[in-house]
Each structure stands twice: as structure tokens, then as C-alpha cells.
């Protein structure tokens, strides 16, 4: 197992990966935070590399271009999703649909999924994602427009939605229609 850490302007994101069959397969990514990166990988993933390792076929660049807010195609397979409960990766499955610049209610994903009335479940499958950015638990907001809670904080969920175009009504609410898959 692997990690490398994936400088975007200011802020570290911390990518953990693994071989399989010969392609790089992601078992982790880290938002950057106030701890240092490698040593919340390592604290997390003890069977890892101690030397950082770069990731192979751009999946880099990818997720540092996500993370601008930029449009990207991204494989997603690439993701490790074994690990996970059926109902988590169905969810993350689902939300891995939102388009860039568009959100979704945490209901309306929940309803997607076949499971209407577990948006606090869905919830919790969002706070949980391993692969934050890839997977955009940020374009998923509550019914009243708010946009809830992020890993990273809420002004970083703010700022991911303003970079992909989100626009913002008064009082931080998103105004308009969201996804119904």
C-alpha cells in the first residue's frame, strides 16, 4: 500500500493506493486539514509505505483538477469499494452521478437509492466517504437549500460548490432545483 501527497495550490490532499491486477486502485483520499497529511495516513493505514509513492495513469492530476473545480471524467472502478456495506456503496455510487456544478438533497439521493426516509443514513454515508472529491459528497446539501456539514468543514464545502459554479442565495442557501436521479 501506498500514499502520496497531492499539493494543490495552498492545500495537501492525501491519496492512499494500492495495486490490483497490475492498475492503481484508490483506498483513500484525505482533505486537507490542520494535521500533518502523512501523519494521519500513517496513524490510519500502518501497513503502508513510509516513502510517499506517486500514482500512476494522471489519477493525480485528476483529482487535483476535481478539487478546482474542474470537469473531469474519472473511472470508478479505480475505487476500492469492497470495503464498504451495500447500502454505503450504493449511496456513494449514486452520489458519484451529481454533476459538477449541480447538488443534490441528501432525501432526494436517499429516494434514489430505493430507500426513501433514510436521508440521515445517507448522511452518514457521506460524512463516512473515503473518497471524498471523487465521490462528491459536497454537491449533496439538505432539503432547505442549506448545505449541511462536510468533512472538511462547511467553508470548504462552500468553496468546492463556488469553484464548480454553485451559486449561493441569502442567508448561504442554494437556490433552485436540485437532482432527482
Known amino acids: 500500500m501506498f500514499y502520496q501527497i497531492i499539493k494543490a495550490g495552498k492545500d495537501e490532499i492525501g491519496l492512499v493506493w494500492n495495486r490490483t491486477d497490475g492498475k492503481p486502485q484508490i483506498e483513500a483520499v484525505y482533505l486537507p486539514g490542520k494535521e500533518k497529511m502523512a501523519r494521519r495516513i500513517v496513524r490510519d493505514f500502518s501497513a503502508i509505505h513510509q516513502t510517499p509513492h506517486a500514482i500512476s495513469d494522471g489519477i493525480d492530476q485528476t ?107 441569502p442567508q448561504g442557501i442554494v437556490p433552485g432545483k436540485y437532482i432527482w436521479f
Open 63 to 169: 483529482i487535483m483538477d476535481l478539487y478546482e473545480g474542474k470537469k473531469k471524467k474519472f473511472d470508478l472502478t479505480r475505487l476500492n469499494l469492497k470495503r464498504l456495506t451495500t447500502f454505503s456503496a450504493s449511496v456513494l455510487k449514486q452520489a458519484f452521478k451529481i454533476p459538477c456544478g449541480k447538488v443534490a438533497t441528501y432525501s432526494g439521493l436517499a429516494a434514489s437509492t430505493g430507500h426513501p426516509g433514510a436521508a440521515r443514513a445517507v448522511g452518514t454515508v457521506m460524512a463516512n466517504n473515503p473518497f471524498p472529491i471523487i465521490i462528491p459528497c459536497h454537491r449533496v446539501i439538505r432539503a432547505d437549500g442549506k448545505i449541511g456539514q462536510y468533512g472538511g468543514g462547511k467553508q470548504m464545502k462552500r468553496e468546492l460548490l463556488e469553484r464548480e459554479g454553485v451559486i449561493f442565495g
